[in-house]
């Protein structure tokens, strides 16, 4: 199990497991927010606070909303526009980094081929 806070602790998430690879992405979004993203099923992530209380930003093309902490502004995670959608990322940059020191990390070019540069 992982945990995730953002700056104040306003924004709290656990994590159920942990992931294969950490995903660096250069998408126009992606590359301003700085996340380093985890992704997995909303099912695997519970949050412990300020669950709802984060603001969203819906991006261009509206299939996911980015979230943030409202307080001290970390980027925390985004989740699928559609409720039913089976894909989410937690930024890891809220983890301890001694807690995911030694993943891999991945870079996705989001921002044209939509595929892993490696
Ligand atoms: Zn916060």
């Known amino acids: 199990m992982l945990e995730a806070s953002c700056h104040c602790g306003a924004v709290r998430l656990e994590i159920a497991a942990r992931p294969l690879w950490l995903t660096e992405c250069n998408c ?3 590359r301003r927010r ?3 993203w985890l992704h997995c099923h909303p099912a ?3 949050f412990t606070a300020g669950a709802g209380s984060t ?3 819906l991006q261009g093309d509206r299939t996911l909303a980015m979230h943030h902490c409202p307080t001290c502004g970390c980027t925390t995670h ?3 526009a559609d409720p039913a959608g089976q894909r989410m990322a937690v930024n890891a940059r ?3 980094p ?3 020191a030694g993943l891999r990390i991945r870079r996705f070019d989001g921002a ?3 595929d892993f540069l490696d």
Do not use: K, N, R
Request: glycine share 4%; net charge negative.
């Open 44 to 46: 695997e992530v519970t």
């Open 94 to 96: 809220l983890i301890d």
């Open 34 to 36: 700085g996340a380093l």
């Open 28 to 30: 126009s979004l992606c």
């Open 112 to 114: 044209d081929s939509f």
């Open 98 to 100: 001694q807690a995911i």
């Open 78 to 80: 985004w989740s699928p």
């Open 55 to 57: 603001a969203e930003y």
